[in-house]
């Protein structure tokens, strides 16, 4: 990774920085974030890797120069074998719901649209507990959206207002994702595309 990136997205700029030695000698990471993008960061080999969703919803790397579709196409392709693997193995409910919502998301970032459904809806058959079912949701209201199903993406939107509405009103993240699905129910009632 170099010194320093600056990823401009759509909605805010992501900022890596470089090894950096703190007071006590021993090497830092830096990173800040600024202005409002979803941001996942994994550590793959010993290397910080930051995905975040641009304003098309595809999930962009800022570490390498990889096309992001060829990423996306090998995701999938493990997606695919996981979920076989669980199927001849027997794998936990838990286990099965969360391998097919990274299918639905692996599905999703490569524009299969349909199969994205597909898989998220099957996440949801598994007792996989909240944080699974609630991100299959999530994932089924952009599918359903990119996939043409308007008055789906409406009523899966709402079952996630509905959720958070439940959560105590201390958890913070929570009363933002309520946030920002109660504007996607509104903008989806109103013919807009998220």
């Given at each position: 990774?170099?010194?320093e ?5 759509g ?44 304003t ?22 493990n ?10 193995n027997?794998?936990s409910?838990?286990v099965?719901?969360?391998h ?6 692996a ?11 597909a898989?998220y ?18 994932g ?16 899966t939107?709402?079952?996630v ?9 201390s ?24």
């Amino acid at each position: 990774m170099s010194d320093e990136q600056v990823n401009q997205g759509g909605t805010g700029q992501v900022v890596t920085g470089g090894a950096q030695a703190n007071k006590s000698g021993k090497p830092t990471k830096k990173i800040i974030i600024i202005g409002s993008i979803t941001v996942l960061i994994l550590v793959v080999g010993g290397s910080l890797v930051l995905l975040h969703r641009n304003t098309t919803g595809k999930a962009t790397n800022t570490e390498t120069s990889t096309p992001v579709l060829a990423m996306d196409a090998k995701e999938l392709s493990n997606a695919q074998a996981t979920v076989s693997s669980d199927a001849k193995n027997k794998a936990s409910p838990e286990v099965q719901a969360l391998h097919y919502l990274q299918l639905g998301d692996a599905q999703y970032n490569v524009n299969n649209y349909k199969e994205a459904v597909a898989a998220y809806e099957k996440s949801l058959t598994f007792k996989g507990g909240d944080t699974n079912q609630t991100k299959a949701l999530q994932g089924l209201v952009y599918a359903y959206e990119r996939a043409g199903r308007h008055q789906d993406a409406i009523k899966t939107a709402q079952r996630v207002v509905e959720y958070y509405e439940a959560q105590p009103k201390s958890n913070l993240t929570a009363q933002a994702k309520l946030s920002t699905y109660s504007g996607i129910v509104t903008a989806l009632q109103q013919g807009k595309s998220i």
